[in-house]
């Protein structure tokens, strides 16, 4: 398997880990809202439709990097890694007493997959510089 492969296989790797770990936060935190610390603009409604834009968002990404259209698979993967990030901005709003076992362990994991997203786009544009065989002849 080519390098390549293993790139792209990753890159899915991490974000199936991250759509299955939002979708289940995001669920939880959609059917227990009232038990949540969060702001008062926070809606169930805007939990499952911001879940859905951003994970079309994040689909995107990678169909984008799939077809080494770097510079625009980075801006939308960039932007879905905070799909899991922003989790952790419910510690923002609540002491940590106030979260279940259950809630921080949804949190802590969308925010790791959300950095680990993060931290393959950085790597992918940085590191290995992928956006300039864009330009190749």
């Known amino acids: 398997m080519n390098l390549e ?6 890159l899915k790797g991490l974000l199936i880990a991250c759509i299955v770990s939002t979708a289940i936060h995001f669920t939880d935190n959609y059917l227990y809202i009232e038990k949540y610390p969060q702001p008062s603009w ?18 995107t990404g990678y169909w984008l990097y799939r077809r080494d259209r770097f510079w625009l698979a980075y ?8 799909c899991g990030l922003d989790s952790l901005g419910h510690y ?10 259950k809630m921080h362990f949804f949190i802590v994991t969308d925010g790791l997959t ?24």
């Open 5 to 10: 492969v293993k790139r792209r296989s990753l």
């Open 42 to 59: 926070i809606t169930s409604s805007s939990i499952y439709i911001s879940w859905i834009i951003w994970t079309v968002i994040g689909l």
């Open 75 to 82: 801006l939308c993967l960039a932007t879905y890694s905070f």
């Open 92 to 101: 923002l709003y609540g002491a940590m007493s106030e979260f279940s076992i």
């Open 114 to 137: 959300g950095l680990a997203v993060l931290g393959f786009t950085l790597w992918s544009g940085l590191v290995l510089r992928e956006q300039f065989r864009e330009y190749e002849i």
